[in-house]
């Protein structure tokens, strides 16, 4: 069984910036990608950012393009996304979540492991 922790969410002013942080038991290494995703109130949860733990190739959703980084550090079996020129659109609850081999990287449905979750906020 692999468990994620997130952490990092909080509120933050539109254009700003938060890292988040995903710790992974070891057991981890079961797996072979890590990814982010969002559900904010009344939508549905979204793909916004998966990586290869291994080759490190990585995928984001249109919306975070150019805005939102994801990155690993093996040595601490720890996932970030950070997280540039935040809008108000992108508060939402943030999920980390891990695949054995997802067929598609940014479908949350090819997920096996689930964090709790971590909030962001983003006001105007």
């Known amino acids: 069984q692999v468990q994620l922790v997130e952490s990092g969410g909080g509120s933050v002013q539109a254009g700003g910036s938060l890292r988040l942080s995903c710790a992974a038991s070891a057991s981890r290494y079961s797996t072979n990608c890590m990814g982010w995703f969002r559900q904010a109130p009344g939508k549905e949860r979204e793909g916004v950012a998966a990586?290869?733990?291994?080759?490190?190739?990585?995928y984001y959703a249109d919306s975070v393009k150019g805005r939102f980084t994801i990155s690993q550090d093996n040595a601490k079996n720890t996932v970030y996304l950070q997280m540039n020129s935040l809008k108000p659109e992108d508060t939402a609850m943030y999920y980390c979540?891990?695949?054995?081999?997802?067929?598609?990287?940014?479908?949350?449905?090819?997920?096996?492991?689930w964090g709790q979750g971590t909030q962001v906020t983003v006001s105007s």
């Open positions: 979540a891990a695949a054995h081999y997802p067929s598609s990287e940014l479908d949350e449905y090819a997920y096996n492991y």
């Open positions: 990586i290869y733990t291994g080759g490190g190739s990585t």
